[in-house]
């Protein structure tokens, strides 16, 4: 076994989970919360007979985060993850592992063998799963989960639909749905909007329809479904749209057409002749010839003579095809309205699995897609084809095994969303969405095209519809609302594995009267809709936890959830409750790989999501992802960038780590220790600053976090940490060296221990590990929380007058003067080290006092002079040999610092020294400024005989060696 390569930073992320699962951090988060306000939190089920992949980490880091951060804020937050167990994915690997397909393999494989297998699947992954949330730090109860597999959970499930029932909106009925042939099940619209796929080529055929009466007389009809064609019952037209009548040069016949749409003639570079044009309501109750027999035992005499015949029809588009529509009753929505409406034969072509069961003898039994190419080809033999071509189409495909869909009619249970449209409208008010455009959107165009949900499936492995009917009348059915309920009716127990094969043998007897189950399970998305009610078993038991949790105060996941997870909870609260199911959503963006395709296990096309762990860590991966506007506030797609992580762990993590090396570094060598953590009250003007910078963050960060506006609770945090190190540090570094220990040191060590201890407290949520590790190292002389997730949230303060003024003062001054006066250094080509005379300064600062030294050390210049006739600053760049002198001074003081790190050295160690040259200028500056060389490099004394370490520099283009020995 090779041994997995880890980074400190990996390790020391590890280091603080061991802590956090000995300390239990987490009970002690939500025990120290206890009778505070309960915050709410929904977790969307995955399913966990999947691996978890990188994908999942936005939405679950923005989960752990917007928890933790709330927990911060005075929330007792209990978190329960959950599990989807049931429905096609399960399925479909199980008839895999069987190596069985469709209703008919696995009726004889049997239902208890098939759906044991199914469970035993489920919870493959689980621990995976498990590893993978806690590995990236997600708080969560991972013992107490609930599953949609669990007998309670589908006994709510069976309230729900009960309770729906009794308000009168369950009913069945004979609809028109996109339907998959393999699974032999029809799908809901937005199953069906999940598996759409552009670019698919299919057959477009032009086909003519003779008129009864008058044979060389057609109308010219469209389809991209050939396979439907032999149960056309009727051709529909637009009532109001004008219709032309062609004679066609080459066979002197005449087609009847839209007159919009007559270049479709010019696929056969048809010469015609147009004749007349019509109005469409003219062409109704024209008798055609069909293009295949009719089995005429199966209709009805009034059916056999409505149909083959031209009908008024409102979906016809005069876009494409002729504005003659092809109708064939069982497999269109508009198609079976028609048929129903004019009581027209529903022939059947193709079965429930979709093999061809009419039309010509070569096409029979083929898979409705390959039977298309035979029907093209008879019709072409007997004269009915006007053109035939291949034509790009975006078409459906089943989300979960790929086969295409076809639209078919059966037999159906459906909820009547439509009637509950508006209701639903006016709950959603009270949602507010992240993004705010998603209310109106969309989710809100959403519902107001709100269809009746078809909620059975044709299938196994789910939560059977508990739906009991009369053997000899359909029409007489109860839905069952429990188990007890169910148990009375059939008069004995029903045991505690309510799934297929089991519950199909429960049969009622109702005097002479038998009710047996339909045979249908509910639709997985039904059961995670439920999630809000049955997670707890309600009504059943929980009551008061129920009540305490809904409606959720927050949930969050991926924009496609929004007509999948948060549409199906907000029909059923609605439905049940009329309240929403929830107050808040974040719409998490959609992560796509680097290249901008989708994320692929195939294409290996972003790093395994442990990969990440192990190098760059948890916290870089989280502070990348929840930085990012377009993941946690706009709902935009996101492409994985991983350097843009890299630059966060270097910038921020690396960057916030050397700031507390360096508070570490000073603090131990000057012992200096925090005993209590309380706002200083310095006097110098850096610390005021700094503090002043502190409470801006605090109060913009937490604005943004409590409008669940996530990268902008980060993103000032991240300025912040720049500039404590960038600005605050460098500006400070001399009041930390310089070795008398006084007030403004002091000051200093309390200022910045203080603003690092509250940096971790704003990372907190979004980076738990680091901002742990500094929290647990720089409160560990306190009296504090043993652990930052255990602390209180920053208060946010109002910034006095005097603290604005300073932010701008500063800002200016860096902004425009030292900007300004480093370029004039730079355009004269003068290094920063160089010491210059002076510079004028003209600005209006409060305090010109502690400017002024800003100023000078930044500028390295010896004096400031503020005056009232420049722009805004003005160094005066001539060098005397004296300053060259010193610049030269300077640049020995860098060198020899870098030459006692380079050996090894210790910041507080005394060293001896020797400087050797043949440069006489160097030589002299050696001599001139050899007090500040040794007080500025720690040494005591010169060095005579052997070095400990010494290498050779280069100054102004000479050589310097530089030797040193520790004392
Ligand atoms: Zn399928």
Partial sequence: MSEIKKSATALAEEE??????????????????KGKPYFSFYDGPPFANGLPHFGHSLVTGIKDSMLRYKTMRGYYVPRRNGWDCHGLPVEYDVEKQFGVSGKKQILELGLEKFNGACRDSIFRYKADWEAFLERFGRWSDYDN?????DTNYTESVWWILAEIYKKGLLYKSFKSLPYCPRCATPLSNFELNEGYRDNVPDPSVFVTFPLKDDPKTKLLAWTTTPWTLPANAALGIDAKADYAYVKLKEDGSTLILAKARLDVLDLRKSQYQLLKTVKGKDLIGLRYQPLYDINKQQFSKEQLDNAWQVLAEDSVSLEDGTGILHSAPRYGEADLNMGLEHNLPLIESVNSSGHLVWGPKEALGQFFKSADQHIIADLTKQGRIFAAETAQHTYPFCWRCETPLMYFATDTWFIEVTKVKDQMIKTAQEINWTPANIKKGRFGMWLEGARDWAVSRNRYWGAPMPIWVNTEDEKDFMVVG?????????????????????????????GAKTYKRVEEVLDCWFESGSMPVAQWHYPFENKAIFDQTFPADFITEAIDQTRLWFYVQHVISTILFNRPAYRQVIVSGFMMAADGQKLSKRLRNYPPVQEVFNDEGADALRLYLLSRPQGTQTADYMRFDRSAMTDIRRNVLDTLNNSFKFFETYAGVDGWQATKIELPDPDNLL??????????TTSLAT???????????????FELVNDLSNWYIRRSRRRFWKSQNDQDKDQ???????????????????????????????????????????????????LDNASLKLLEDMKTVRELVINEGLSQRAAKGIKVRQPLASAKVSLEVENKAGFDQIIAEELNVKEISWVKSIKTVQVDTKITPELKSEGIMRELVRNIQNARKNAGLNVDDRIKLALKSDSKVIQAAIKRFRDTIFAETLTTSELSGEAGYSETVRIEAQEVKISLSKV
């Fill in 16 to 33: 603080i989970l061991k802590l956090w699962a000995k300390e239990k951090t987490f009970e002690k988060s939500l025990a120290n919360r």
């Fill in 482 to 510: 429990s188990i007890a309920e169910l148990e009375k009716l059939a008069g004995h127990p029903v045991g505690d594995d309510l799934h297929r094969p089991f519950i199909d043998k429960v049969v009622i007897k109702k």
């Fill in 687 to 696: 610390d005021k600053w700094l503090l002043a910078r502190l409470e801006q």
């Fill in 748 to 798: 200093a060590y309390a200022t910045l221990h203080y603003s690092l201890v509250k940096i971790s407290q704003l990372l907190a949520p979004w980076a738990p590990f680091i901002s742990d590790q500094l929290w647990r190292e720089l409160t560990k002389s306190t009296k504090a929380e043993e652990s930052v997730h255990l602390s209180d949230w920053p208060s946010v303060n109002k």
């Fill in 703 to 717: 604005a943004s976090a409590d409008n669940y506006k996530i990268a902008h609770g980060i993103l000032p945090v």
């Fill in 145 to 149: 989960y609930y599953a949609t597999v």
